[in-house]
């Protein structure tokens, strides 16, 4: 079936503006994971949801940063009033088990802050 | 928190050379274990997985990685590298009962024909 698909593929934006990327999971997958993966970094934990709610976003690096998944299938992540440090790949991963089963990982966003 | 170490940043290898990537983590208990790789231009893939039982898995590729609880490890390894493998590989650890990975820093392999 399809896999973990993700919009856009690149998204160019100035300082200070607001930018939302959207992730559409695995279809039947209950947990949806953001990740962000800077220059010559691993992946690293945003947020995860579990049906429609948060069930741990304590990787969000400051409140300039949400994300909503409302009907539980697709996820968006907000980025208030962007900065150059913001610029990286977002991925998107979903899962059947949320501590059980493997993530699929989406092809990702690549964010420019210019 | 979990911290992940990936020893080698860059390997250069010829074709038919064997592999290994080291990875160790840092917190102690039950974990599962998982190696990606990203190709160029594709997006991360699962290469293999440990939850439990037998410490030394095989994945897709041919390739293969040991869990060693006592050294905190969960090295990737592969006889005769090809070519094709050339990409990045990550490795990252879930504390078991949570359900957020920890990534290392890849490394990236380049084989040269």
């Known amino acids: 079936g399809a896999g973990v698909s993700q919009t856009p593929s690149n998204k160019v934006t100035e300082k200070g503006k607001y930018v939302e990327l959207r992730c559409d999971p695995i279809?039947?997958?209950?947990?949806l994971y953001w990740y962000r993966q800077s220059l010559g970094q691993g992946p690293e934990f945003l947020i995860y949801?579990?049906?429609?709610?948060?069930?741990?976003d304590s990787g969000l690096p400051n409140d300039r940063f949400f994300a909503v998944r409302p009907e539980g299938s697709v996820s968006t992540l907000k980025i208030q009033r962007t900065e150059r440090g913001d610029s990286a790949v977002y991925l998107c991963?979903?899962?059947?088990?949320?501590?059980?089963?493997?993530?699929?990982f989406g092809p990702g966003t690549r964010l420019t802050v210019l | 928190a979990q911290s992940v170490s990936q020893h080698n940043h860059h390997v250069i290898l010829s074709e038919a050379a064997s592999l290994e990537l080291g990875c160790n983590y840092s917190?102690?208990?039950?974990?599962?274990l998982f190696w990606y790789v990203q190709y160029p231009g594709q997006h991360l893939q699962l290469l293999l997985k440990?939850?439990?039982?037998?410490?030394l898995v095989k994945g897709i590729k041919g390739f293969e990685a040991e869990f060693i609880k006592s050294k905190f490890s969960f090295n990737l390894r592969k006889p005769s590298v090809q070519w094709s493998d050339t990409a990045e590989y990550f490795c990252?650890?879930?504390?078991?009962?949570?359900?957020?990975?920890?990534f290392g820093k890849g490394t990236m392999l380049l084989v040269s024909p």
């Open positions: 991963a979903s899962s059947s088990t949320p501590s059980l089963d493997t993530q699929y």
């Open positions: 279809s039947g997958h209950t947990a």
């Open positions: 949801f579990q049906g429609t709610g948060a069930a741990d």
């Open positions: 917190y102690g208990g039950t974990v599962n």
């Open positions: 440990y939850f439990s039982g037998d410490p």
């Open positions: 990252a650890v879930r504390d078991s009962g949570y359900s957020t990975l920890t």
